[in-house]
């Protein structure tokens, strides 16, 4: 199985040249049968099933496509997670280009961002404020009224935390470091913060990916 998929990545990177903003995502393939890495996520509308990590463009093209093997004793270590493992091995074919990537809170991480940065690759990505790096006191049952925002830097890491109905946490090193306060117009009507519907509209690379795959399932029943 990994040998196909090497040679699937392999094609992928040799008959297409990446846009500059890419995405990576999980998808959920229908599987019910045994095997040790199947996925149940009751909450999916497909609960059972193999997950795999896509880079993908704008276009919906898959660059390079993994499939996620929890605790992979070869590559694991005490200071790296799987989902880390995972996402810069598929970031290593587009280092030092200079490539945006954008990445849920499943697997973001301070370390991660940092790990990415050394290889010249930009990123945003929502996090969850318990994650392993992240400040104690940030992000994490802060009292902030909405649409207030704080932020903190670390080197070129920019950690912000945007209050909209619930905290939303945002590391970023793609965009430029936003004021504090209100974010309110002349009309004194609140406004987003940018980096949201920007995180929002990448992050939807996978998911055109995925429809499109879906229109072409051989999993379909067929005419005889």
């Given amino acids: ?23 990576v995502d999980e998808i959920i393939v229908l599987f019910k049968r045994r095997v ?6 009751p909450k999916k509308y497909k ?3 193999i997950q795999l990590y896509k880079l993908c463009n ?3 093209y898959t660059y390079n496509i993994t499939v996620y093997l929890h605790k992979d004793r070869k590559l694991v ?30 697997v973001s991480s301070p370390t991660l961002f940092d ?49 909209d109905k619930q905290n939303v946490n945002v590391l970023t090193i793609i965009h430029s470091t936003p004021m504090k306060g209100s974010f309110c117009d002349e009309h004194v009507k609140a406004m987003q913060l940018a980096r949201i519907p920007d995180y929002t509209r990448n992050r939807g690379y996978v998911d055109k990916s995925d429809h499109m795959t879906n229109s072409y399932s051989i999993s379909r029943w067929t005419w005889k």
């Fill in 1 to 23: 199985m990994r040998a196909i998929f090497d040679k699937l990545n392999n094609s992928y990177a040799k008959y297409y040249s990446l846009t500059e903003h890419l995405v």
């Fill in 36 to 41: 040790i890495y199947k996925w149940y996520i």
């Fill in 47 to 49: 609960w059972f099933g």
């Fill in 58 to 60: 704008y276009m919906g």
């Fill in 77 to 106: 270590t005490p200071s790296m997670t799987a989902t880390h493992v995972t996402v810069t091995g598929l970031a290593a074919r587009i280092e030092h280009v200079g490539h945006k990537l954008y990445i849920d809170n499943f």
């Fill in 115 to 163: 790990d990415l940065h050394t290889t010249t690759i930009n990123y945003c990505g929502t996090v969850r404020p318990n994650r392993k790096g992240m400040s104690k006191n940030f992000g994490h049952k802060m009292k902030m009224k909405r649409h207030d925002l704080e932020t903190k830097l670390k080197g070129n890491l920019r950690a912000i935390v945007w209050k």
